[in-house]
T-cell receptor
C-alpha cells in the first residue's frame, strides 16, 4: 500500500475510444504528477499539478487531457490514442513541488490496439 | 547529451553478495539532488535514497548507501547483503536546482536479478 492508488491497473483500448485513468492519494500532498514509462526509455514527466493548478505541461499531445478536481484526485483523459501511446502511466504525489521524495502509484498498463 | 547515464542494462548477483549499480550524471548546477528508485514487477516506483550535492556525508538508508563522488559526477547505489526481494528495476534520477517544479531527470534503469 503506497498511499497512491491508480485505477484501472490494466487498460486495452481502441484508437477511437475515450477512456480515463484515475489517481487518488490519501497522503495530504498538494502536488500530483503524471509520468509515462515506455519500454527501454527513461521516465517522461507529462503533467504537474500544484494545489490543483497545472504548472507543467511537457509538450504532451492534446489527445492526453489531465484534470485535477482537488488535491487528492488526478485524472488523465484519453481520446484517439495511437499505438505508440501504449506504455505504463504512473501517477505520483509529493508535499510541495521540491521535495526529496515522491510517492508513486502502481501504474496503469495501457495498450492501444 | 544524456544527463543521467546508467551503463548496466542488467545485472545478475548471487544472494547475500553486495551489489553496486552505476550512475553518472551531467549538470552545470552547483546545487542539485540525486535519487534512487526501485521498481518491482508490480510497477510502483519506490523511493530508496537521496543525496544532496552539498551533503558531505554519503547517504545511507538501511542496506542502501549512495557512493557519491562529486568530482567524478557519479552516484552509485550500493546494496549490501542482497536479498531475493531486491530483484527489480533500479532508476537513478536527478533534480537540478534551476527547475521550479519537481522535474526529475531519469536514467534508463538497471534490471537487477538476485540469484538464490
Amino acid at each position: 500500500e503506497t498511499g497512491v492508488t491508480q485505477t484501472p491497473r490494466h487498460l486495452v483500448m481502441g484508437m477511437t475510444n475515450k477512456k480515463s485513468l484515475k489517481c487518488e492519494q490519501h497522503l495530504g500532498h498538494n502536488a500530483m504528477y503524471w509520468y509515462k514509462q515506455s519500454a527501454k526509455k527513461p521516465l517522461e514527466l507529462m503533467f504537474v499539478y500544484n494545489f490543483k493548478e497545472q504548472t507543467e505541461n511537457n509538450s504532451v499531445p492534446s489527445r492526453f487531457s489531465p484534470e485535477c478536481p482537488n488535491s487528492s484526485h488526478l485524472f488523465l483523459h484519453l481520446h484517439t490514442l495511437q499505438p505508440e501511446d501504449s506504455a505504463l502511466y504512473l501517477c505520483a504525489s509529493s508535499q510541495g513541488t521540491n521535495p526529496t521524495e515522491a510517492f508513486f502509484g502502481q501504474g496503469t498498463r495501457l495498450t492501444v490496439v | 547529451a544524456q544527463k543521467i547515464t546508467q551503463t548496466q542494462p542488467g545485472m545478475f548477483v548471487q544472494e547475500k553478495e553486495a551489489v553496486t549499480l552505476d550512475c553518472t550524471y551531467d549538470t552545470s548546477d552547483q546545487s542539485y539532488g540525486l535519487f534512487w528508485y526501485k521498481q518491482p514487477s508490480s510497477g510502483e516506483m519506490i523511493f530508496l535514497i537521496y543525496q544532496g550535492s552539498y551533503d558531505e556525508q554519503n547517504a545511507t538508508e538501511g542496506r542502501y548507501s549512495l557512493n557519491f563522488q562529486k568530482a567524478r559526477k557519479s552516484a552509485n547505489l550500493v546494496i549490501s547483503a542482497s536479498q531475493l526481494g531486491d530483484s527489480a528495476m533500479y532508476f537513478c534520477a536527478m533534480r537540478e536546482s534551476m527547475d521550479s517544479n519537481y522535474q526529475l531527470i531519469w536514467g534508463a534503469g538497471t534490471k537487477l536479478i538476485i540469484k538464490p
